[in-house]
Every structure is written in C-alpha cells, then in structure tokens.
Nanobody, 124 residues
Framework: QVQLVESGGGSVQAGGSLTLSCAAT???????MGWFRQAQGKEREGVAL????????YYADSVKGRFTISQDNAKNTLTLQMNSLKPEDTAMYYCAAGPPPLRTWLLRQHDKYWGQGTLVTVSS
C-alpha cells in the first residue's frame, strides 16, 4: 500500500512562487510519481510526472517552463517548484503514484494512488 501526503499549498500573488512537497510511504519502487490539479468546476488534469530515478520528466503545456518536478529517492519525497504563478493555476493539487508507461501516465487516473490534496490560490 502506498500513502501520499502533500504539503506546501497556500495563497500567493500572480508572479509569485510556491513549492509543493509530497511524502510517500510504502512500496513506490518502479512507480512513476507526479502531480495533478483540479480547479473548481473543472476536471482533474495532469500537471507533471517523473519516472522512478528521475530520468524522465514530462509537463503539461500549461506549466512547461514554469514548474519543475523533482524527487529525492532517499527520502521518498516528491517536489513541485512552481514559479511565475498565474491565477489560472489556482486549484487543488494532488500527488499521485502509479505504474508506467510514461506516454499516457498523465491521462490515466484509475490506476493511481492519491494524496489528499493541497490548495493553491493565486490572486491577480
């Protein structure tokens, strides 16, 4: 069983930065990890993912160049550094862990372990 606990959400003005963290426990070896978000009234969408070992990363077009995903395998933690935040980044952010393949990972939600979410609010 995998358990994920997010932290680091909060409120920030547009242009600001936030860092989200996710602490993972359980057997995460060979799982990819990543972040999804869900804005009010919208479907949950994939934001970024990283392969086990960090060799591959992928970002949604909407965050590319602004967000950076990383992981510390020794501490079993996942981080999402979010810079140049925009009001449209406002959402509940969820940490997720799940099996490959990478190509469709952000499109699949049924095969994931999920955290409880952390709220990010960006004001204009």
């Amino acid at each position: 069983q995998v358990q994920l606990v997010e932290s680091g959400g909060g409120s920030v003005q547009a242009g600001g930065s936030l860092t989200l963290s996710c602490a993972a426990t359980g057997y995460t070896y060979s799982l990819y990890m990543g972040w999804f978000r869900q804005a009010q009234g919208k479907e949950r969408e994939g934001v970024a993912l990283i392969s086990h070992g960090g060799g591959s990363t992928y970002y949604a077009d909407s965050v590319k160049g602004r967000f950076t995903i990383s992981q510390d395998n020794a501490k079993n933690t996942l981080t999402l550094q979010m810079n140049s935040l925009k009001p449209e980044d406002t959402a509940m952010y969820y940490c997720a862990a799940g099996p490959p393949p990478l190509r469709t990972w952000l499109l699949r939600q049924h095969d994931k372990y999920w955290g409880q979410g952390t709220l990010v609010t960006v004001s204009s």
